[in-house]
Structure formats: C-alpha cells, structure tokens
Nanobody, 117 residues
C-alpha cells in the first residue's frame, strides 16, 4: 500500500524557517506530480506548491519567493522549504502525489505548522 509520511512541522516565530519532508513508500509505478497543500482552521484546503516529473514547479501567489518545493533524486521524498514565515502560514500541511495513468491522488496525514506573531 502506498503511504506518504510528513515530518518537520512545529512552532516558529514570524520570520523564521522550517523544512517539511514527505517520504513516499509502497508500489507506485509512475508519479506525475508531487504537491504540498495546507488547510488553516475554518478554511478550505489549498494548493501551496507542486512539482512535475520534469522538475517544473508552481507556487501559490501567497508563498512565491518564500517557499521552495523539491525532490530527491530517487523521487521518493518531497520537501517544502519555508522561509520568512508569517502567522497566516499557520495550517496543517499535507503532502500529496498524483499517480500517472488515471490521476489518482494519494494523501499524507499532515503535519502542523504554527507561526507565532
């Protein structure tokens, strides 16, 4: 069974940095996309960043210039480097991968990021 396990969340002061990691395990033949989403209290889950199989990245306007998504060479780990954090970045951050062929999305359980003001 495919599993995604996030780590690296925590409590930081505004202006600080965190790096989130997501380790993918199990049998998945082709991954088209790797994503980070987040969900703040009382809000819908939103796409933060994504990277495709060729290494092309996309970011939400709210995090451009501050967050960076990347993968390891084996493409079994996806990272989110978060700099210049703001209180409005406070959310549960979820890793996701999109399977090739049918576009099925696998989700991790999430990791809490809290930015104090």
């Amino acid at each position: 069974q495919v599993q995604l396990v996030e780590s690296g969340g925590g409590l930081v002061q505004a202006g600080g940095s965190l790096r989130l990691s997501c380790v993918v395990s199990g049998d998945i033949f082709v991954i088209n996309l790797m994503h980070w989403y987040r969900q703040a209290p009382g809000k819908q889950r939103e796409l933060v960043a994504r990277i495709n199989s060729g290494g092309t990245t996309n970011y939400a306007d709210s995090v451009k210039g501050r967050f960076t998504i990347s993968t390891n060479n084996a493409k079994n780990t996806v990272y989110l480097q978060m700099n210049s954090l703001k209180p409005e970045d406070t959310a549960v951050y979820y890793c996701a991968i999109t399977r090739g062929g049918d576009g099925y999305i696998y989700w991790g359980q999430g990791t809490q990021v809290t930015v104090s003001s």
